[in-house]
């Protein structure tokens, strides 16, 4: 399987609805996030969050995925290969 490693961004719309759901989702592939850093824009209730990833791209299309599967959230990544 090919590895990469990546950023992806995330903008969540609609925080106080949708972070327990984004939270979860990260959670589930925490083995593949190296760094996470979140801002929130509280006056108009949108997240925005980058995470930097290594893995395999099966996993990290599950992440992407169900993320970009939510109702709210918008997902786009950037993922380069890594020779090992």
């Known amino acids: 399987m090919d590895h990469?490693?990546?950023?992806?961004?995330?903008?969540?719309?609609?925080?106080?609805?949708?972070s327990p759901q984004v939270n979860k989702i990260?959670?589930?592939?925490?083995?593949i996030i190296i760094g996470r850093m979140g801002i929130p824009q509280r006056q108009?209730?949108?997240g925005f969050i980058s995470l930097f990833v290594e893995g395999n791209t099966d996993?990290?299309?599950?992440?992407?995925?169900?993320?970009?599967?939510?109702s709210g959230v918008?997902?786009?990544?950037?993922?380069?290969?890594l020779s090992k």
């Open 4 to 18: 990469k490693v990546g950023i992806i961004g995330i903008i969540v719309k609609d925080r106080k609805k949708n």
């Open 59 to 70: 996993r990290i299309g599950s992440l992407t995925g169900r993320l970009g599967s939510l």
């Open 26 to 31: 990260l959670t589930d592939h925490s083995e």
């Open 74 to 81: 918008v997902v786009k990544s950037l993922l380069i290969p």
């Open 44 to 46: 108009e209730d949108i």
